[in-house]
């Protein structure tokens, strides 16, 4: 019969207490609804698309808003299109939203978002212990004084620990001078000003029960 010695017995204890804690505190991913799924699944979908000419931000997603300058080709519209990128995911993924001008609209400017989501009860800034869900929105560079933002992008997966999500960025300048790119923990905007730091999350929809960081 084998006999465990005490400093053994010990060691077996803590190994046992730190995989309960590890199990309590851990939070499964759930499985995603359809419409999380379809999100990733569009906006993903993009991956590689550059504006033309490729040093400008002549692009489709804001030509399907009919937004921006009408200086380039066909197709195509002229502005910084980032919210432009994320409204048009949201939009074939069959988020219901309104991309207009009026207060509560969805539009070309980042916070517009930001506004949206207050008054839709989907809003989460960073420090609210929320857990970011594929197929919300990661607002950076947030000013709440003049409402304005940097940058916008599409959440596509969220490791906990980390500092930031993963998300699909329009109007990112990591490969090109403006394209569609995946960016993993991105806590900082990709942008070609400084970039700015993560604000907080846009969900499409308000979930029942909003998931939270462990110990928060």
Excluded at 3 to 14: D, F, K, T
Excluded at 32 to 59: F, H, I, K, M
Aim: net charge negative.
């Amino acid at each position: 019969m084998a006999v465990i010695s005490a400093a053994g017995l010990a060691s077996l204890l803590a190994v046992s207490i730190d995989l309960v804690t590890t199990l309590i505190l851990r939070s499964p991913s759930p499985p995603l609804t359809p419409l999380q799924r379809r999100v990733v699944t569009v906006a993903e979908s993009q991956l590689g698309y550059r504006t033309d000419p490729s040093s400008s931000y002549c692009n489709r997603y804001s030509a399907y808003w009919r937004a921006g300058l009408s200086d380039c080709g066909p197709g195509l519209r002229d502005e910084e299109w980032c919210a432009d990128f994320a409204a048009w995911v949201w939009r074939k993924a069959g988020v219901q939203f309104t991309y207009g001008l009026a207060p509560g609209d969805l539009d070309a400017a980042a916070a517009s978002f930001v506004e949206w989501g207050i008054l839709h009860g989907t809003w989460y800034p960073v420090g609210s212990s929320y857990v970011p869900l594929p197929g919300d929105i990661a607002v950076y560079g947030l000013d709440l004084s003049t409402m304005t933002a940097a940058h916008v992008a599409v959440v596509t997966s969220y490791t906990e620990g980390a500092r930031g999500p993963d998300v699909v960025n329009g109007d990112g300048d990591q490969l090109a001078f403006s394209d569609v790119e995946a960016g993993v923990d991105q806590w900082k905007a990709e942008l070609h000003r400084d970039g700015e730091l993560l604000s907080g999350y846009v969900a499409p929809v308000r979930p029942p029960a909003p998931r939270r960081l462990a110990g928060k």
